[in-house]
């Protein structure tokens, strides 16, 4: 398959793709999950190697599980060279400027991942390196995250356009943020469910509410527990995010009325509607344990679906053909 059009192209966030752009990743992301589970039932010889003699610096200035994980897994096993850099090993923004370090990855390097705080540092990276920069979260966005939640819709649901998800929680979160912008693109219903001091960036929503209306989709923000009604898939991140851990009572006692538990799931009236978490959850806050462990739960496809889908992005960034 020709990706030509991908070739060399940062992952910043989700803003910078057409929706057709998506739906190719959406689709290849399905394909090298059939070529993943092909391989595990055969031999070793039938893994593709479309990375042998390739690169990747994963830099962290945050912990991580999944996204580190998923992009050593999927490089790692077809041939390519992943290299793991905290912030504690690298002198990135400390004693060398982001933008040098950005000039001497790209020589080094075919691809770079970022995860860490501000969105600026990507952005830099992207724009000093010279070769595919991939977002693995920041502050501000986590897009690799969002490919993964509408592989998974899809995957319970086909298609995912005119298909609607309630993000339950705080509204101002990455996580709430990325599928806010996918959604949008892609036609899909996306329902934000939060306190008012919790809701979305209003210049964010200024942005994604004309896309959302161009693709057919309703975008909304309101405070109402009964808007899960009908919903496909209830969605919830953790209350506390990396770094502000000082605000965790404040935020539970602002929360505790959306908790994701099995009345709430009865709620949305399907009996086939699905649970999404990016993971990694604290049972009994955001979710009840019933609920991400019980029969409606996807979140261990969806964690599983992020090796696929960052597999998807890496070959047609760096390949440019799968
Ligand atoms: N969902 C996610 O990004 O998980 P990690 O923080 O473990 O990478």
Redesign the pocket.
């Known amino acids: 398959m020709t990706l030509e059009p991908f070739r060399g192209r940062s992952l910043i966030t989700w803003l910078d793709y057409e929706a057709p752009e998506i739906r190719v990743l959406l689709d290849l992301s399905k394909q090298v999950k059939e070529e993943s589970r092909a391989a595990a039932r055969g031999t070793a010889a039938m893994r593709p190697q479309r990375f042998a003699g390739k690169t990747i610096a994963l830099l962290f200035e945050k912990r ?5 994980c998923a992009f050593e897994t999927a490089f790692g096993e077809e041939g390519g060279h992943p290299v793991f850099l905290s912030t504690q090993d690298i002198q990135l923004g400390a004693k060398e400027s982001i933008e040098d370090t950005a000039r001497v990855l790209g020589r080094m390097f075919s691809a770079i991942q970022f995860r860490g705080f501000k969105q600026s540092t990507v952005e830099t990276l992207a724009r000093y390196s010279g070769v595919p920069v991939f977002n693995g ?1 920041t502050d501000s966005y ?1 897009p690799t ?1 969002a490919l993964a939640d509408i592989m998974t819709l899809e995957e319970s649901f086909g298609d995912s356009r005119g298909k609607r998800i309630c993000f339950v929680g705080d509204g101002r979160n990455n996580v709430a943020r990325s599928l806010m912008v996918i959604c949008a693109k892609l036609g899909v219903n996306f329902t934000v469910i939060c306190p008012p001091s919790l809701a979305p960036d209003p210049a964010l929503l200024a942005l994604c509410l004309p896309l959302a209306r161009a693709a057919g989709a309703a975008l909304e923000v309101t405070p109402d527990l009964a808007a899960v009604a009908g919903a496909e898939a209830l969605y919830t991140d953790v209350w506390v995010s990396m770094g502000e851990e000082a605000l965790r009572e404040e935020r539970v006692a602002l929360l505790r009325a959306y908790q994701v538990n099995e009345a709430l799931m009865e709620r949305t009236g399907r009996a086939d509607s699905i649970f999404l978490h ?3 959850a604290v049972k009994g806050e955001e979710v009840s344990a019933a609920v991400i462990d019980g029969p409606r739960s996807r979140a261990w496809d969806e964690a599983e679906n992020r090796k696929h889908t960052i597999k998807a992005i890496m070959l047609a960034a760096i390949n440019g053909e799968a």
């Open positions: 991580s599980t999944r996204t580190r979260l986590h995250q990016c993971l990694p």
